[in-house]
DNA sequence: CGGCTGCTTTGATGACAGTCAATATAGACG
DNA sequence: CGTCTATATTGACTGTCATCAAAGCAGCCG
């Protein structure tokens, strides 16, 4: 659960294709990875990133897939705690919003050399927290 | 086992965050995700996209990890059909090499709104092989 | 041909993940 | 305080996954 954007020693993730990955990093972008390695909480993930600001409810959420309603937090649960999802309680609702630094950071390691457009050494966010995502 | 890649019909993959994934869509995403979700399969990517043309020998790849070869074998085989490695038999040898396009695209699906420079509608590379890599 | 090396497949096993029903917690509202 | 709604947690079940030993397959080489 130390992602390295938490740490902030380090200068920026360099792409997977780079050089070969330390154990101890691999272990923590695949805890990441599997997370994603769901449909069902690909979706999730989407649905809420695409909300208007990057949130939305639970309530939003859950109508969207034909699964009982624990079913729908434990895979919200484990979005969160890949550090790809961060709640807030308002109220009766729990809001869920992504984390935008998390996904920057896992497409940055997924860019090939031949992606990352030239004069951009890193496609790392520098932690933006979620702005004018919209149009 | 259909990736958007081989179609070719879509013009290429929006973001996660710019609309809600289809169910198909997810499901095939989903797919390559889960096969990126553990420690050693992403170290195996890593290490033969570091490698000088993109590829590498299995024997090249195995004494890398403390496991037996057959499990080697089987988290190769996890890559190669999830889309994103491909093998190829050379006399004794079988050479892995990554997919850059597959790596790609999963790049752009993560990549934010914020993330993506400007005028640079997607980022998914033309299934360019691989050429200079290495500087 | 026969053995040798590199890699894959098969089969078995223990661990983990997705799902649901039942139960619990947290806040809103009378 | 009691109840109602929204979400989380627990427990149980089933299926899938990571791993290894053993066996199989494919080229080399003597």
Redesign the interface.
Known sequence: MSNQLSSGAEPCCPP??????T?DW??D???M???????????M???I??HRG?ESCVCDISP?FDLSQPTISHHLKVLREAGLLDCERRGTWVYYR?L?AA??Q??????????V?PG?TC???PT?PL?E?VS
Request: proline share 6%; net charge negative; aromatic share 2%.
């Open positions: 997977l294709s780079r050089e070969p990955l154990s691999a272990t972008l695949a805890r990875f599997k997370a994603l390695g769901d449909p069902v909480r690909l979706r993930l989407s649905l990133a695409s990057g969207a992504v935008p996904l920057e896992l497409s940055a390691v997924l860019a090939t050399e031949a992606g457009l951009s496609a790392c966010a933006e702005e995502a």
